[in-house]
């Protein structure tokens, strides 16, 4: 879906996202407004040399900063680094895409029956704060140590996130909008669709954004507790194993960077669907 | 057998008579109650709204203004009682609703010309006839500003006016407006107030207005309809007969004048009550 229709742009400035709304500012400042977010990750990282350099930790507890780097880009472009990346991220893409497909219509429908919604909240509710990890040995049970395993589990606590916030965003949609649709003689299927399907996307949205790093976190923790070969989570704990930990901390950041990464895709993609949010 | 000989005797209270409102009634309100968190809000109501005329509900804070309309389009359920319009019920016949709030009463996910035109769409209407019927009213709102655009891109008195062009859509019989200028500043409420009187001139639609200024509550009116406090009744109906267009001049008429001032005196009158 486009944020502007291209009819409205030709006459006038399209719309651009809230973000790059606060531009006019003096050019001084907007200088350094750029490079602030750069700022503590570059402190982060002196801090961190100066700790190794000054030998507050040894080196063979932490890595200088360039080493761990140095890693992380060498086993990204090719390394053995890259085929443990890919693969949690398949298996993440995985979990998380059964928990979308199965949670959001779930959630919709659960959300606009509400008696239905508050028979099965407290079972909701209940699993959702129940930690997923705590589950992973009834996972073994069912699915025993295979791939599929960390996949289901994964997408257990992430489809309970999806149904919560698609069920609350049908429950909570703006009432006068639905009393607008009906006011005009909609039905309620019309309602349901041209309304509180919509009404919901934005809090759905927050839902798959936590749900898709509920994912990743299952995922890892699958990973280096479920007998696997593969994965960041396996690599983490591998190297620890054997105190590589340049590799560790490589890996790490690799986890860290791609869970970072997601989220901001998530927010880029909802700034272009649900782009009536917050105005 | 002798069961039935000796049974008790029910008697049904006899249902009042339906009783019809004058010649050019449209909307025939009668025994209307609505209980509000246990006290009534209205009890046994009654009242007759004309057919193409502007009526403006005016009366104490919290007295049910919004309420009344609210009920009259069927937004709020009514405990007792029988609305008709023409003799029909709301189901069978068609009505546009302004909300106060147009942020929250527009889709902000269609463009608004997608708004106004949504009513036609749950008609099912050709896209040959929602083009025709967007036309038209394009032309007679005179609209200035891009309807490509979402909602959320047009300024609080372009909203309103296309949520005004959105309840007129469908040609609607009756058009409510629960105060509809009160979230836009002077010049929006100006330039929106005379389009009214504009497609109230074209259509004679009747139309039902909430305000809590008095002076547009009369500047429009062909009727004020002035309530008690609650539980609540009619005050008075007046009249305002003074010709259309009526403009910046007629706020410095006598007879506008008078309007207000007995308006004003009624009002306060069953303030202090």
């Given at each position: 879906m486009e944020a502007t229709s291209p009819l409205a742009a030709e006459t006038t400035k399209p719309w651009s996202p809230p973000a790059s709304a606060g531009a006019p500012t003096p050019p001084k400042k907007t200088d350094w407004a750029k490079a602030l977010p750069f700022v503590g990750p570059v402190v982060l990282f002196i801090i961190w040399d100066l700790v190794v350099r000054l030998g507050f930790i040894k080196p063979i507890l932490l890595p200088p900063p360039i080493d761990a780097l140095g890693a992380l880009i060498g086993g990204l472009a090719g390394g053995p680094l890259m085929m443990d990346f890919v693969v949690t991220v398949w298996?993440?893409?995985?979990?998380?895409?059964?928990?979308?497909?199965?949670?959001?219509?779930l959630g919709v429908l659960l959300g606009s029956n509400e008696k239905a919604y508050?028979?099965?909240?407290?079972?909701?509710?209940?699993?959702?704060?129940?930690?997923?990890?705590?589950?992973?040995?009834?996972?073994?049970?069912?699915?025993?140590?295979?791939?599929?395993?960390?996949?289901?589990?994964?997408?257990?606590?992430?489809?309970?996130?999806?149904?919560?916030?698609?069920?609350?965003?049908?429950?909570?949609?703006r009432k006068q909008r639905v009393m607008a649709a009906k006011v005009m003689g909609a039905t309620r299927w019309q309602v349901f669709k041209d309304v509180l399907i919509w009404e919901?996307?934005?809090?759905?949205?927050?839902?798959?954004?936590?749900?898709?790093?509920?994912?990743?976190?299952?995922?890892?923790?699958?990973?280096?507790?479920?007998?696997?070969?593969?994965g960041l989570g396996n690599r983490i704990i591998n190297s620890q194993q054997v105190m590589n930990v340049k590799d560790m901390y490589a890996s790490i950041l690799a986890a860290g960077a791609l869970g970072y990464a997601l989220n901001v895709l998530f927010l880029l993609i909802e700034r272009k669907i649900v782009h009536w949010s917050g105005r | 057998m002798n069961a039935v000989l000796n049974a008790p005797v029910f008697a049904d209270v006899p249902a009042p008579v339906f009783q019809p409102g004058p010649a050019g009634t449209h909307i025939t309100i009668r025994g209307l109650t609505k209980y509000f968190a246990g006290w009534p809000l209205y009890e046994n109501f009654d009242l007759d709204i004309p057919k193409h005329k502007i009526v403006s509900v005016f009366g104490p804070n919290g007295c049910g203004k919004s309420t009344l309309i609210n009920m009259i389009a069927g937004l709020v359920p009514i405990d007792s009682g029988e609305i008709l319009f023409d003799g029909k019920s709301l189901k069978d016949t068609k009505i546009g609703y302004v909300f106060q709030n147009y942020?929250?009463?527009?889709?902000?996910?269609?463009?608004?010309?997608?708004?106004?035109?949504?009513?036609?769409k749950l008609e099912g209407k050709s896209k040959a006839e929602v083009d025709r019927r967007m036309a038209e009213l394009v032309a007679s709102f005179d609209v200035k500003f891009d309807l490509n655009r979402y909602p959320y891109e047009l300024s609080g008195g372009q909203q309103q006016t296309a949520s005004i062009m959105r309840a007129l859509a469908p040609n609607p019989e009756v058009l409510f407006l629960d105060e509809p200028f009160s979230a836009l500043d002077f010049e929006m409420t100006l330039f929106i107030r005379e389009k009214l009187q504009e497609v109230f001139m074209q259509t004679g639609t009747t139309m039902m207005l909430v305000s809590h200024d008095l002076e547009e509550a009369v500047y429009l009116a062909d009727q004020v309809l002035l309530l008690t406090k609650r539980p609540t009744k009619v005050a008075e109906i007046l009249p305002y007969d003074d010709p259309r267009p009526r403009t910046t001049a007629t706020l410095s008429e006598a007879s506008f004048i008078d309007a207000k001032k007995r308006s004003l005196e009624i009002f306060q009158r069953e303030v202090r009550r």
């Open positions: 298996r993440t893409v995985q979990a998380f895409l059964i928990a979308a497909v199965l949670g959001m219509p508050r028979s099965v909240e407290f079972l909701i509710d209940f699993f959702r704060s129940t930690p997923s990890s705590a589950l992973i040995p009834l996972f073994l049970m069912i699915f025993g140590v295979s791939d599929i395993n960390k996949v289901a589990i994964a997408a257990f606590g992430a489809l309970l996130i999806v149904v919560f916030n698609s069920a609350y965003g049908v429950i909570n949609a919901s996307l934005q809090p759905s949205f927050v839902g798959l954004r936590s749900a898709v790093s509920m994912a990743l976190v299952i995922v890892i923790v699958a990973e280096m507790f479920i007998g696997a070969d593969s | 942020r929250e009463a527009m889709f902000p996910w269609m463009r608004t010309i997608d708004n106004i035109a949504y009513p036609l």
